[in-house]
């Protein structure tokens, strides 16, 4: 999936919905889904002007997703279009501004993901490595090669994940480490429906214990369920 990296306090602006064309100096032919990830560095003095827009400066994260539908030549009477919708958000910057990216259908993430980023228009996924908290019953089942489907809400950050990749599981108990394999993904509608694809063992119980779906709505509402949907990481210890 292709990423680009903006610095604050532009990456904000876009997915809080303030800004609808990001400036570069060089054109693009790509169109389609982005996602935006905010750099390391922010423009300090950039801070006070955007004062009143209450941004959240996220860095070395993805934060959101649009999709890249034109990229337009700047002249001056574009610039002059721009500034009457908003003469704060597209007054003075300090980048190169020879071609507006506009973007569309923009989504702020609930939960940043956290990754390094790069220059130019690029790729993210493939073999990525993914971190995720787990409590110390199932991240033991894990270890001991009993659990192989980790149950998630399908969010943003789930939907990052493909087969292939490497999730690093840490114990909250005692910041033990683990790394699996992504070798499937199960989708459905709610851990009700999911339940019934799938064994009790493989999803982290004792032969002794009553699995019910149920378990899962103290982590996750049924609300939240119906948003994302739900997904089964099918997963393997790596060597």
Known sequence: MK?????QPW????VDG???YEFRGWKTKYRG???????????????ERFEKYNLDYTLGAIIGEAELVDCILVDNKFNEELRKIDPIVYGRSNHV?????????IKKYDKPIYVKGKLGLWNYGGNMEHKMKLQDG????IKDGLKTIELRLYDEKRKLVKIGDTIEFTNVLNNEKINVQVTNLHLYSSFEELYKHFDKISLGYNEEDVASYKDMEL???KEEQSKYGVVGIEIKLKK
Not at 3 to 7: D, N, Y
Not at 97 to 105: C, H, I, P, T, V
Not at 138 to 141: Q, V
């Open 33 to 47: 889904k982005i996602l935006i990830h905010a750099g390391l560095s922010l423009e300090k003095d950039m801070v």
């Open 3 to 7: 990423a680009l990296t903006i610095k």
């Open 18 to 20: 303030y800004k609808k």
């Open 97 to 105: 501004e020879n071609y507006a990216w506009k973007l569309e259908n």
């Open 11 to 14: 990456a904000s602006l876009i």
């Open 219 to 221: 982590y996750y509402s």
């Open 138 to 141: 199932p991240f033991k089942a």
